[in-house]
């Protein structure tokens, strides 16, 4: 039970790393 939540956070925290990356890149993308 608590590996798979540790699972689930350390998936969660990682989608969420790809979308700061992503938005990262389309703020950079619209400033130009």
């Known amino acids: 039970m608590d590996l798979e939540i540790a699972e689930r ?6 989608l969420i790393e790809q979308i700061e990356r992503e938005n990262a ?8």
């Open 9 to 14: 956070k350390a998936f969660v925290d990682l």
């Open 25 to 32: 890149q389309i703020a950079a993308t619209r400033r130009r």
